[in-house]
Nanobody
Framework: QVQVEESGGGSVQAGGSLRLSCVVS????????MGWFRQAPGKEREGVVR????????TYADSVKGRFTVSRDNAKNTLYLQMNSLKPEDTAIYYC???????????????WGQGTQVTVSS
C-alpha cells in the first residue's frame, strides 16, 4: 500500500514563509502524478499545484501563482511546497496526493496524506 506523509505545517504571520514536505513510499506508475490540495474551514478542498513527474509539467492555481513553488527530490521521493508571501487566506489544511492522472480533481488521486495545518495570521 502506498503511503503519503506530509510535514512542515505551522503558524506564521502574513508575509512569512513555510515549506511543506511530502514523502511518498513508492515511485511508480501509480504515483507519477502528484498534487497539493488545501481545505479551509467551511470550504471545499481545492487544488494548489499539480505536477506530472514524468513530463515535468506543473500547474499552479491562480491564487498561489508567483508565491508558491513546488519541487521534488527524486532520491528522497519527496515533494516540497515552498510557500512565500503567505496571506491569511492561505490558512487551511494542506494535503499531498499521489496518483496516475494529472488532474485538478481530488478524486483522481488514489493516495492521500493525513494533512498538515497551515495558519497565517494578519
Amino acid at each position: 500500500q502506498v503511503q503519503v506523509e506530509e510535514s512542515g505545517g505551522g503558524s506564521v504571520q502574513a508575509g512569512g514563509s513555510l515549506r511543506l514536505s511530502c514523502v511518498v513510499s513508492e515511485y511508480s506508475y501509480r504515483t507519477y502524478c502528484m498534487g497539493w490540495f488545501r481545505q479551509a474551514p467551511g470550504k471545499e478542498r481545492e487544488g494548489v499545484v499539480r505536477i506530472d513527474t514524468r513530463r515535468g509539467d506543473t500547474t499552479y492555481a491562480d491564487s498561489v501563482k508567483g508565491r508558491f513553488t513546488v519541487s521534488r527530490d527524486n532520491a528522497k521521493n519527496t515533494l516540497y511546497l515552498q510557500m512565500n508571501s503567505l496571506k491569511p487566506e492561505d490558512t487551511a489544511i494542506y494535503y499531498c496526493a499521489a496518483g496516475s492522472i494529472y488532474s485538478w480533481v481530488d478524486r483522481a488521486y488514489s493516495y492521500w496524506g493525513q494533512g498538515t495545518q497551515v495558519t497565517v495570521s494578519s
